[in-house]
Each structure stands twice: as structure tokens, then as C-alpha cells.
């Protein structure tokens, strides 16, 4: 095994010392600088400057600053445009490093009609958030978001088996942190450990990762932090575009692909389309000894929009489908304490069978359908308001291993239901201060489709909500802007739900919670900027804290609810400082953050029940005060020409106040040390990309007392490595890309993984993926 | 200002107008169909001892009447005679039904996929396996117990789903190598006199 895998490894060796070899000239020089609005001389944030010969690229900041590096010397045209701007072409002869400012013709509204329209980052004034890019998505293309995500210092994730990823922020996950899907609050039944998020990550071109309490501009939920997927503008002029990409992962010997085309409508100027579809087919993943049978992943997406846009109105309509069929690790079903005894002190699962595509039960079908239309008018030259509708359906079956020739019947089959509606109003207030005001209603149904034979976990509920909030921004000074808002939301919840004894009951809940935002960014010199946040948030207990009652399977235990409980309410701090020191040489960017939440609901062990499988251990939804603090670190350091090493930290801890404890399934300490090689040119491959990785992650040490059924897992540290370049060919470029994880085939096990009590994680893994891109974008 | 109060109040309308348009579903949601009865469950486990020799028939008895969960379980034990032969069957129920499913029967057809193993402890009494599944493998279902001296303990009863009956003793009823997930695990009381 070992032997072809570095067979399969060699070329990703040669390719980047080939590179390095061919590398004559000395490509070292930077180009930098700030776009500007030319009439007013406003920084234009998030311009793009891109060099389209090399393939090459830079985002600028929210200041409009840009940093071009490792360019060679000679004529360079720079491409340079923002949304709402034309397209500038600049000539520029480097010699030296040069500092430059380009200006470009601007219309504000349409700026902010789009800032609206995609949540762009710059909303986040003080909140720490951090992008990957399709760049990184890319080299992760194979895989789950969840595990994408994982990339991003502060973030990680619950696992249940390699199929099934949750992303974690700051320690927290499901309901504690809300997903937004083009714009739309995501509902797919998070609320469960073992519910992965049914989107298609490839549907967009760049997801954010806000990492502070955000209620006040997205409402309940968002304790830990907002994951936003954030679709790319739509073309706007005449001539087609687009992309496809294909993957092959050694390990689940699985497939995939996606495609895109856009364009503009010739002759209505404004008027753009985009068309995407893709999907992975994967056989069972591998352990270093073993096969992890049923672990098949079957998902497909498929989204279609159409924008238009003018200086007055916009209005756009999207559609996007996805499907998901997965396979539950077999030896995860387990029927009772004494099996998962078993399985804890055997150290192999008690199930293995030969590879295979196929899935069995347990296994979980979902489908997500999500339609959004919205529409913005300019009232005025500056103020816009902008109304934005969703409606989501998510079909969810779970199939477990029954008796009777039922492991057909879904066990689970819920059908869920979600209409989302916002109006805002972009407004200026003077000359500085401009900010947004509005409304936004939630009206959701879960219904339980009869005909499963198994009474619901979740009961059929209906919830409502509706809230108001203001959040304005005003500039101090040109290098210190500040923010400030406040929410104010009310719930409503009706739920149905039979008794044991099969009597009806019709329970109401309200809840009122609000929340407020405040936070700053100062932008200390060119090279240093700081934000700061402080930000509430809030989340209504979901229905299944409220009203569960039943054996959990998975979790070999039985969980009941409390209809006593309140909303979680959350405070949380966080400082972010980005700074480049030593000419750019080093760049560190830190995050400190506190959170303290009140009424944080969890489960608590309370007893043991006997049923006819033994005795159960019995868990309690419960409310405690929390704590949660830590540290999220990257550090790169240019060691030489193309060479750079880069670090990057995170670490969390959870108090629980109340019992004086810390809390359970916190992420452990982890540690990404890189060794970066980078190079513009060779030949005709542009934006030559390795990378070599060691992957460590601390045992936990911090657990609660006797929560647990074993202790966890050790340290392990896993080596990657990868590489990618792009060849232009002609107008067109194609991308290619090697991927290797856990390189040594290591034997671990993961304390975020929830079934770490059943089999060992992944082992070594290789994606091979190639992109070929046409059109002009 | 003013025009953009006038808009603000057109927006919120026409969200108020979205959120209000609801579907013909409601009255489903509040008022749904009543569970349909746990076909799965297990609520009643009788080891039905048929004596013979002049042994008397005797009857160990487990319920849980609203299955996993709820209400916790009773049981009903008669004591065995001592130094005695049995045939012995276990029945299991589903008593949520009605009338109640005898899911003894489901482990019958599946026989292949199951097997029950027993384990007492302090109290003597051996089993032997009387049935067998289309493999000529052991259920359990059906079995013979002879009771030696008498003596007070406990006899746990185990059914494992997806069992590796070819496991080394395993047909022979030691559960050590059975490997499978846990079906049914009772530990009756008992009593021998």
C-alpha cells in the first residue's frame, strides 16, 4: 500500500523541484497600493487587481489596499475592477517595488445595493472574520464543507465517521452557529449531531467565516459565528463564461465533478445568468487496517440564477437543488451500553466487510430545495431599500437497521419547511454615518411524515418570528470607523405532540430576545489593523431540547427534554489584529475572543432507565452558565525567495460556571505548521503552488468528569502534501492539482469525532483534481 | 426623510404579506395523525418453562408496557423446581399493538440474523439450543434447561442481531465471540427450589 502511494506521491515531488530549478529570474519584487473612487476618493473595497498574464491576483482590503508579491521585473498590465466600476487596464513598468493608487469611476449606489445584496465581509466592521477562498476550496474540492472549513484557525469540526462533518466555531456548533446560503438563513435540521449541512459548498465562489456573535445583523443563532456562502456577482456583460473540474479520491476510490456557465445578455445590458451543477460519488472510506464499511457518499446540486441590474433597480431570482445519500458507519449501530463496552474495549469496529459503493442501513436521503428572489430600489441618490425572499424545503430520511423487512421504512422522515423574508432600507444619515434598517420574518413548519412505524423524536412544530434591528456604521476618521446596532426579536412556537399515553398535546412558547453590536476598526498604519467587537446574541431553545423523549441509538441513551427551558443568550468579545511586519516579510494576524453564555442548554446524565435492551444511561437537557476563551493564530514568514513557512494555532476552552467544570467535546488544542512554495512563472504554468503540512492535534485533557465513556483519543500529527499550478491556454486556462492527506497512513482517532468509539479515522487519502476554465469571467 | 418612512412602511408590508401567506398545511402541523403503533417495539418477554417429568410449567415474565422509556418495567417470576427438566420458549410481544404483535415471530423468519444466549449466574441451570436456523445454526427460541441444585441468582437473556454464528463457541451459546448489536439484554431474578 505505502509503496503506491509514494509511487502516486512522486510526481507531486518532481514537479515542485522542477519548478524550483527552472526558476532563473529573480521574481521578488511587490506591487501595492489602495483603489480609490475618483471623485470622491473613497476607498473601494474589495477591488479585485489581477494580472492576466500571469494568472495572478489580489483582493484589496476593506481600506481599498492591495499587495501584489513575487512579481518579476518588466511590463506588467494590471487589471483593476470593483463592483460598479468599469474595468481598468494599467501598464505599469517594475523595476522596483511600487507604490501606486488607482482610481476608478464609481457609482456608490450600485456598491451597496451589492453589499446588501451578498452580505460582503465589509459588513462585519470589529468582527473578526476570515474568507477561503476558491483558491483553498479547491484543493478541498473532494471533500465535505465541514471539512474545508476546518482549514480556518478557530474553526473545526464534529465529525460522526468520515462521512458526516459539522463545522465548530470557537467551540460551538449546530443551532449555536447559523449558516447563511446565498443570503438566506440555511434550515436543514441542524439542530442534530449527526445532520451534516445540505448545501453544495462548490455553489459559490468564496465562503466567510465570521467568528464573533452576530444576531443584531442575522438574528437567533448566531452565538458562535455565521458561516456565509457568498455566490460570485453576476456577469453583466455580453459573452459566455464558465468552468469544469473534475476530482478522483484515491481513498473512497470516489469521483466527482462540477460545472459552471455564465454570461451576459447581449443587447439588455445588466441582464446576467449562471447555471452550476456537481456531485460526488464515493465508495466506502478507508482506516489504515480496515475498511469503514458503509460509509458512501452519494450527493448531486445543481442551482440556476438571473440577475439584473441598473442604476435604479435590481432584482434577482435563484433556485438551487441538492441531494444527499450517505451511509452511517455499520459498526456505529450498536444496541446497547454493553456493546458500546465492546467496541470501546475491543478497538476495531465489530463490523468490517469487503469495499463496496453500495449503501446500507443506517443510512440518511436528504434533499434541499431553496428558492430566493429579491429585489432593490434606489429611493434616492444614496438610499436604497432592498426586499429579499426564501423559501427552503428540506426532506430528510433516516433508515435504520430494523427487524421485519423494514430497514426500508424510514425510522426518521421529516419534511421541513422554512419562508424567510427581510426588507432593509440602506440609508446615509449626513455625510458619514449610513448604515441599515429593518425587518425580517421567520415562519417555519416540521412535519413528520406519517408511515414510519417509530414514534417522532422530533415532534411536529410550527415557529414564527419576526424582528426589527438598526445597525449604522460612522466613520471617525479615515483610519477608525465604528459600529453600533441592536435586534429586537419575538418567537413564537407551537408544537404537537402525543404522549405516551397517545394524548394530544398542543404546547405554546414565546420568546422575546434582543441583541446589540458594537465594534471598530482602526486601521493603525498600512500595515497593522485591528478590530474589535463586542456583540451579543441570543437562541431560542430548539424543539428537541424542549421535547425529546426517547432511546438516542447512535448515543446508546435516552434524552429527554425539559419544556421549561429558556433562550441561550450570549456575550461575546473578540480583538482581531492583522499586521505585516519586516517589509511584509512576516505577517501575523491574532484573534482573542471571550464568550460567556447564559442558560446554555445540554445534556447532562441523570440516572439509568432498564429497557428491554438493558440498562440505559439517561441524559437531561439541562441550562448552565458557560464560559468560552481562545486563541487563533497565523503566522507566516517569507524565509526566502518563494519559500515561506506559515503556523497557525487554535485554541479553545469551555467552563461550565454552574458545575465548576470544563465542558464536553470542546476541540483540543491543534497546530498547522507549513512549509509554503510559491512561484509565478514557469514556462507556460503560471501560479505554481506546494505545500507541505504536519497536522498536529493535542489529546484533549480538559474533559468533565464521568460524561464520558472513555477517555480521549491521543495526540496524532498527520503530514500532507500538495501541489497545483495553472497552464493558460490561450483565452482559457486550465488548473491542475494534486492533494495527498495523512501521507504516512497514521492510525488515529479524533475527540471531535463521535465515533471514535467505534473505528479509527481515515488514512491516507489523494484527490487529483483539474480545472479548466473558458470565457472571459 | 419622510419618503423613506413611506418606503420603509412598503416593506414591511410586503414582508408581512410574504409571511402571512401560509400554506393549506396548518392544520396538519398542530394536528397530526396519532403515531402509528411501535411495530418494532418490544414491550413483553416470556421464557415460558414447559415441565417435564411431573415438573410443573412456569413462566418469567418482562414488561415494559410503554416500551423504551416512560414507565420502567415489571416483572413476574415463578420459581423453578429444582433438579428438573424444561422445554423452554421465549415469546416476545409487542403489546402497544393490538391485538399484540408476537415479535417472536419476526426473530424466527430472520433466524439467520439472530441468536438469543444465556448466562446465569449463581443459579444452576444449564440450556441447550432445540431450534435451528436455515443453516443449522442455533436461534435459541426454542431450548432445553435442566435446573440443578437449588440455588437463588440471575439468568441474563441476550439477543444479538447480525451475530457471527460461526465465531468459536458461539453456536454452543458463549456470547464472548458473537460480536453483533444488542437486541434484547434482561437480567430476570431467579429462584430454583
Same mark, same amino acid.
Given at each position: 500500500?505505502?509503496?503506491?502511494?509514494?509511487?502516486?506521491?512522486?510526481?507531486?515531488?518532481?514537479?515542485?523541484?522542477?519548478?524550483?530549478?527552472?526558476?532563473?529570474?529573480?521574481?521578488?519584487?511587490?506591487?501595492?497600493?489602495?483603489?480609490?473612487?475618483?471623485?470622491?476618493?473613497?476607498?473601494?473595497?474589495?477591488?479585485?487587481?489581477?494580472?492576466?498574464?500571469?494568472?495572478?491576483?489580489?483582493?484589496?482590503?476593506?481600506?481599498?489596499?492591495?499587495?501584489l508579491?513575487?512579481?518579476?521585473?518588466?511590463?506588467?498590465?494590471?487589471?483593476?475592477?470593483?463592483?460598479?466600476?468599469?474595468?481598468?487596464?494599467?501598464?505599469?513598468?517594475?523595476?522596483?517595488?511600487?507604490?501606486?493608487?488607482?482610481?476608478?469611476e464609481?457609482?456608490?449606489?450600485?456598491?451597496?445595493?451589492?453589499?446588501v445584496?451578498?452580505?460582503?465581509?465589509d459588513?462585519?466592521?470589529?468582527?473578526?472574520?476570515?474568507?477561503?477562498?476558491?483558491?483553498?476550496?479547491?484543493?478541498d474540492?473532494?471533500?465535505?464543507?465541514?471539512?474545508?472549513?476546518?482549514?480556518?484557525?478557530?474553526?473545526?469540526?464534529?465529525?460522526?465517521g468520515?462521512?458526516?462533518?459539522?463545522?465548530?466555531?470557537?467551540?460551538l456548533?449546530?443551532?449555536?452557529?447559523?449558516?447563511?446560503?446565498?443570503?438566506?438563513?440555511?434550515?436543514?435540521?441542524?439542530?442534530?449531531?449527526?445532520h451534516?449541512?445540505?448545501?453544495?459548498?462548490?455553489?459559490?465562489?468564496?465562503?466567510?467565516?465570521?467568528?464573533?456573535?452576530?444576531?443584531?445583523?442575522?438574528g437567533?443563532?448566531?452565538?458562535?459565528?455565521?458561516?456565509?456562502?457568498?455566490?460570485?456577482?453576476?456577469?453583466?456583460?455580453?459573452?459566455?463564461?464558465?468552468?469544469?473540474?473534475?476530482?478522483?479520491?484515491?481513498?473512497?476510490?470516489?469521483?466527482?465533478?462540477?460545472?459552471?456557465?455564465?454570461?451576459?445578455?447581449?443587447?439588455?445590458?445588466?441582464l446576467?445568468?449562471?447555471?452550476?451543477?456537481?456531485?460526488?460519488?464515493?465508495?466506502?472510506?478507508?482506516?489504515?487496517?480496515?475498511?469503514?464499511?458503509n460509509?458512501?457518499?452519494?450527493?448531486?446540486?445543481?442551482?440556476?440564477?438571473?440577475?439584473?441590474?441598473?442604476?435604479?433597480?435590481?432584482?434577482?431570482?435563484?433556485?438551487?437543488?441538492?441531494?444527499?445519500?450517505?451511509?452511517?458507519?455499520?459498526?456505529?449501530?450498536?444496541?446497547?451500553?454493553t456493546?458500546?463496552?465492546?467496541?470501546i474495549?475491543?478497538?476495531?469496529?465489530?463490523?468490517?466487510?469487503?469495499?463496496?459503493?453500495?449503501?446500507?442501513?443506517?443510512?440518511?436521503?436528504?434533499q434541499?430545495?431553496?428558492?430566493?428572489?429579491?429585489?432593490?430600489?434606489?429611493?434616492?441618490?444614496?438610499?436604497?431599500?432592498?426586499?429579499?425572499?426564501?423559501?427552503?424545503?428540506?426532506?430528510?430520511?433516516?433508515?435504520?437497521?430494523?427487524?421485519?423487512?423494514?430497514?426500508?421504512?424510514?425510522?426518521?422522515?421529516?419534511?421541513?419547511?422554512?419562508?424567510t423574508?427581510?426588507?432593509?432600507?440602506?440609508?446615509?444619515?449626513?455625510?458619514?454615518?449610513?448604515?441599515?434598517?429593518?425587518?425580517?420574518?421567520?415562519?417555519?413548519?416540521?412535519?413528520?411524515?406519517?408511515?414510519?412505524?417509530?414514534?417522532?423524536?422530533?415532534?411536529?412544530?410550527?415557529?414564527?418570528?419576526?424582528?426589527?434591528?438598526?445597525?449604522?456604521?460612522?466613520?471617525?476618521s479615515?483610519?477608525?470607523?465604528l459600529?453600533?446596532?441592536?435586534?429586537?426579536?419575538?418567537?413564537?412556537?407551537?408544537?404537537?405532540?402525543?404522549?405516551?399515553?397517545?394524548?394530544?398535546?398542543?404546547?405554546?412558547?414565546?420568546f422575546?430576545?434582543?441583541?446589540?453590536?458594537?465594534?471598530?476598526?482602526?486601521?493603525?498604519?498600512?500595515?497593522?489593523?485591528?478590530?474589535?467587537?463586542?456583540?451579543?446574541?441570543?437562541?431560542?431553545?430548539?424543539?428537541?431540547?424542549?421535547?425529546?423523549?426517547?432511546?438516542?441509538?447512535?448515543?446508546?441513551?435516552?434524552?429527554?427534554?425539559?419544556?421549561?427551558?429558556?433562550?441561550?443568550?450570549?456575550?461575546?468579545?473578540?480583538?482581531?489584529?492583522?499586521?505585516?511586519?519586516?517589509?511584509?516579510?512576516?505577517r501575523?494576524?491574532?484573534?482573542?475572543?471571550?464568550?460567556?453564555?447564559?442558560?446554555?442548554?445540554?445534556?447532562?446524565?441523570?440516572?439509568?432507565?432498564?429497557t428491554?435492551?438493558?440498562?440505559f444511561?439517561?441524559?437531561?437537557?439541562?441550562?448552565?452558565d458557560?464560559?468560552?476563551?481562545?486563541?487563533?493564530?497565523?503566522?507566516?514568514?517569507?524565509?526566502?525567495?518563494?519559500?515561506?513557512?506559515?503556523?497557525?494555532?487554535?485554541?479553545?476552552?469551555?467552563?461550565?460556571?454552574?458545575?465548576?467544570?470544563?465542558?464536553?467535546?470542546?476541540?483540543?488544542?491543534?497546530?498547522?505548521?507549513?512549509?509554503?512554495?510559491?512561484?509565478?512563472?514557469?514556462?507556460?504554468?503560471?501560479?505554481?503552488?506546494?505545500?507541505a503540512?504536519?497536522?498536529?492535534?493535542?489529546?484533549?485533557?480538559?474533559?468533565?468528569?464521568?460524561?464520558d465513556?472513555?477517555?480521549?483519543?491521543?495526540?496524532?500529527?498527520?503530514?500532507?502534501?500538495?501541489?497545483?499550478?495553472?497552464?493558460?491556454?490561450?483565452?482559457?486556462?486550465?488548473?491542475?492539482?494534486?492533494?495527498?492527506?495523512?501521507?504516512?497512513?497514521?492510525?488515529?482517532?479524533?475527540?471531535?469525532?463521535?465515533?471514535?468509539?467505534?473505528?479509527d479515522?481515515?488514512?491516507?487519502?489523494?484527490?487529483?483534481?483539474?480545472?479548466?476554465?473558458?470565457?472571459?469571467? | 426623510?419622510?419618503?423613506?418612512?413611506?418606503?420603509?412602511?412598503?416593506?414591511?408590508?410586503?414582508?408581512?404579506a410574504?409571511?402571512?401567506?401560509?400554506?393549506?398545511?396548518?392544520?396538519?402541523?398542530?394536528?397530526?395523525?396519532?403515531?402509528?403503533?411501535?411495530?418494532?417495539?418490544?414491550?413483553?418477554?416470556?421464557?415460558?418453562f414447559?415441565?417435564?417429568?411431573?415438573?410443573?410449567?412456569?413462566?418469567?415474565?418482562?414488561?415494559d408496557?410503554?416500551?423504551?422509556?416512560?414507565?420502567?418495567?415489571?416483572?413476574?417470576?415463578?420459581?423453578?423446581? *429444582?433438579? =428438573?427438566?424444561? @422445554?423452554?420458549?421465549? %415469546?416476545? +410481544?409487542?403489546? #402497544? &399493538?393490538?391485538?399484540?404483535?408476537?415479535?417472536?415471530?419476526?426473530?424466527?423468519?430472520?433466524g439467520?440474523?439472530?441468536?438469543?444466549?444465556f448466562?446465569?449466574?449463581?443459579?444452576?441451570?444449564t440450556?441447550?439450543? *432445540?431450534? =435451528?436456523?436455515? @443453516?443449522?445454526?442455533? %436461534?435459541? +427460541?426454542?431450548? #432445553? &434447561?435442566?435446573?440443578?441444585?437449588?440455588?437463588?441468582?440471575?439468568?441474563?437473556?441476550?439477543?444479538?442481531?447480525?451475530?457471527?454464528?460461526?465465531?468459536?463457541?458461539?453456536?454452543?451459546?458463549?456470547?464472548?465471540? *458473537?460480536?453483533?448489536?444488542?437486541?434484547?439484554?434482561? %437480567?430476570?431474578?431467579?429462584?430454583?427450589?
Amino acid at each position: 500500500m505505502p509503496v503506491r502511494f509514494l509511487r502516486l506521491l512522486f510526481p507531486i515531488l518532481c514537479c515542485c523541484a522542477a519548478a524550483w530549478a527552472h526558476a532563473q529570474p529573480v521574481c521578488d519584487l511587490v506591487l501595492s497600493g489602495r483603489v480609490i473612487d475618483n471623485h470622491d476618493r473613497q476607498p473601494l473595497s474589495y477591488a479585485e487587481v489581477y494580472v492576466p498574464a500571469l494568472g495572478k491576483g489580489a483582493v484589496a482590503d476593506q481600506e481599498g489596499r492591495f499587495v501584489l508579491a513575487e512579481l518579476c521585473p518588466g511590463p506588467l498590465i494590471v487589471r483593476v475592477s470593483h463592483l460598479g466600476c468599469a474595468p481598468v487596464m494599467r501598464t505599469i513598468q517594475l523595476l522596483d517595488d511600487v507604490v501606486m493608487e488607482i482610481k476608478l469611476e464609481h457609482h456608490a449606489e450600485e456598491l451597496k445595493e451589492f453589499e446588501v445584496l451578498q452580505q460582503r465581509p465589509d459588513e462585519h466592521v470589529g468582527q473578526a472574520n476570515k474568507e477561503l477562498d476558491k483558491a483553498s476550496m479547491e484543493k478541498d474540492a473532494g471533500r465535505s464543507m465541514g471539512e474545508m472549513l476546518a482549514r480556518i484557525p478557530g474553526v473545526s469540526s464534529l465529525q460522526s465517521g468520515p462521512t458526516i462533518s459539522k463545522t465548530v466555531i470557537h467551540g460551538l456548533s449546530g443551532n449555536r452557529i447559523l449558516t447563511l446560503n446565498q443570503g438566506i438563513r440555511q434550515e436543514d435540521q441542524q439542530w442534530g449531531t449527526e445532520h451534516a449541512p445540505n448545501l453544495d459548498p462548490l455553489s459559490s465562489d468564496r465562503i466567510t467565516v465570521v467568528k464573533g456573535a452576530a444576531s443584531v445583523q442575522y438574528g437567533s443563532d448566531a452565538l458562535g459565528g455565521v458561516i456565509i456562502t457568498e455566490p460570485v456577482e453576476l456577469p453583466r456583460e455580453r459573452g459566455v463564461s464558465g468552468e469544469v473540474r473534475g476530482m478522483g479520491m484515491l481513498n473512497s476510490r470516489g469521483v466527482g465533478g462540477n460545472a459552471l456557465l455564465q454570461g451576459g445578455v447581449g443587447g439588455i445590458p445588466g441582464l446576467g445568468w449562471r447555471v452550476q451543477g456537481s456531485g460526488r460519488y464515493l465508495g466506502d472510506s478507508e482506516a489504515p487496517g480496515y475498511v469503514l464499511s458503509n460509509t458512501g457518499v452519494r450527493e448531486g446540486g445543481a442551482s440556476a440564477s438571473v440577475g439584473y441590474r441598473d442604476h435604479r433597480w435590481n432584482a434577482s431570482a435563484y433556485y438551487s437543488y441538492f441531494t444527499r445519500d450517505l451511509g452511517i458507519l455499520r459498526a456505529s449501530h450498536i444496541g446497547n451500553l454493553t456493546d458500546l463496552n465492546n467496541a470501546i474495549e475491543s478497538g476495531t469496529p465489530w463490523y468490517v466487510g469487503d469495499f463496496t459503493y453500495a449503501i446500507a442501513s443506517p443510512r440518511q436521503q436528504v434533499q434541499h430545495h431553496l428558492i430566493k428572489a429579491d429585489g432593490g430600489y434606489a429611493i434616492s441618490e444614496r438610499d436604497r431599500i432592498v426586499l429579499t425572499y426564501g423559501y427552503q424545503a428540506d426532506d430528510r430520511q433516516e433508515y435504520d437497521i430494523r427487524r421485519g423487512g423494514r430497514s426500508d421504512i424510514p425510522a426518521l422522515d421529516l419534511f421541513l419547511t422554512t419562508h424567510t423574508a427581510d426588507a432593509v432600507l440602506n440609508h446615509w444619515a449626513g455625510k458619514h454615518i449610513h448604515g441599515k434598517v429593518g425587518v425580517s420574518g421567520v415562519y417555519q413548519e416540521n412535519v413528520n411524515v406519517p408511515g414510519t412505524g417509530v414514534r417522532p423524536l422530533l415532534p411536529n412544530y410550527r415557529k414564527q418570528s419576526g424582528g426589527v434591528f438598526l445597525l449604522e456604521h460612522l466613520p471617525l476618521s479615515p483610519n477608525v470607523e465604528l459600529e453600533a446596532g441592536a435586534r429586537i426579536e419575538a418567537t413564537q412556537l407551537d408544537v404537537a405532540k402525543y404522549t405516551f399515553d397517545n394524548v394530544l398535546i398542543t404546547p405554546q412558547h414565546r420568546f422575546t430576545n434582543s441583541a446589540f453590536t458594537i465594534g471598530a476598526n482602526w486601521s493603525v498604519k498600512d500595515s497593522v489593523r485591528l478590530r474589535f467587537n463586542v456583540g451579543s446574541a441570543y437562541r431560542p431553545p430548539h424543539v428537541s431540547e424542549l421535547y425529546s423523549e426517547g432511546l438516542h441509538h447512535g448515543a446508546a441513551a435516552i434524552e429527554r427534554g425539559d419544556a421549561a427551558l429558556s433562550s441561550e443568550r450570549s456575550l461575546k468579545g473578540t480583538a482581531d489584529l492583522e499586521a505585516l511586519w519586516f517589509g511584509g516579510r512576516l505577517r501575523t494576524d491574532l484573534t482573542l475572543y471571550a464568550d460567556r453564555i447564559d442558560h446554555y442548554i445540554y445534556l447532562r446524565p441523570d440516572g439509568v432507565e432498564l429497557t428491554v435492551r438493558g440498562a440505559f444511561p439517561v441524559f437531561q437537557y439541562v441550562a448552565t452558565d458557560v464560559f468560552l476563551y481562545g486563541v487563533d493564530a497565523t503566522v507566516q514568514l517569507k524565509l526566502a525567495q518563494h519559500f515561506s513557512l506559515r503556523n497557525r494555532t487554535s485554541l479553545v476552552r469551555g467552563r461550565d460556571l454552574a458545575q465548576d467544570e470544563w465542558l464536553f467535546q470542546m476541540p483540543s488544542d491543534r497546530m498547522e505548521n507549513a512549509l509554503l512554495f510559491e512561484l509565478s512563472q514557469v514556462g507556460k504554468w503560471s501560479a505554481i503552488e506546494c505545500a507541505a503540512t504536519s497536522q498536529v492535534v493535542f489529546a484533549q485533557s480538559r474533559i468533565p468528569v464521568g460524561l464520558d465513556f472513555t477517555l480521549p483519543p491521543d495526540s496524532y500529527n498527520l503530514i500532507g502534501l500538495s501541489a497545483s499550478a495553472t497552464r493558460t491556454l490561450g483565452k482559457n486556462e486550465m488548473r491542475i492539482g494534486l492533494q495527498a492527506n495523512n501521507l504516512f497512513n497514521t492510525t488515529y482517532r479524533d475527540y471531535m469525532d463521535r465515533f471514535r468509539y467505534y473505528a479509527d479515522a481515515r488514512g491516507t487519502d489523494l484527490t487529483l483534481w483539474i480545472r479548466y476554465s473558458f470565457g472571459k469571467r | 426623510m419622510n419618503t423613506n418612512l413611506k418606503y420603509m412602511s412598503l416593506a414591511i408590508f410586503i414582508a408581512a404579506a410574504i409571511v402571512g401567506c401560509k400554506k393549506d398545511k396548518n392544520e396538519d402541523v398542530l394536528n397530526p395523525q396519532p403515531p402509528s403503533n411501535e411495530e418494532e417495539v418490544i414491550t413483553t418477554m416470556i421464557l415460558s418453562f414447559n415441565g417435564l417429568t411431573g415438573a410443573g410449567d412456569k413462566e418469567l415474565r418482562f414488561t415494559d408496557a410503554d416500551g423504551d422509556g416512560g414507565g420502567a418495567p415489571i416483572f413476574d417470576l415463578d420459581t423453578l423446581q *429444582a433438579t =428438573a427438566n424444561y @422445554n423452554v420458549s421465549i %415469546i416476545l +410481544l409487542n403489546e #402497544t &399493538a393490538s391485538p399484540a404483535d408476537t415479535i417472536s415471530n419476526e426473530v424466527l423468519d430472520e433466524g439467520v440474523d439472530h441468536q438469543f444466549f444465556f448466562q446465569p449466574t449463581g443459579t444452576n441451570i444449564t440450556f441447550t439450543y *432445540a431450534d =435451528a436456523d436455515g @443453516n443449522g445454526r442455533p %436461534i435459541g +427460541l426454542q431450548t #432445553t &434447561a435442566v435446573t440443578g441444585a437449588a440455588s437463588v441468582g440471575t439468568l441474563k437473556v441476550t439477543l444479538r442481531h447480525q451475530p457471527d454464528k460461526s465465531g468459536t463457541g458461539v453456536s454452543g451459546g458463549d456470547i464472548t465471540n *458473537a460480536g453483533g448489536e444488542t437486541d434484547i439484554e434482561v %437480567i430476570f431474578p431467579m429462584v430454583i427450589e
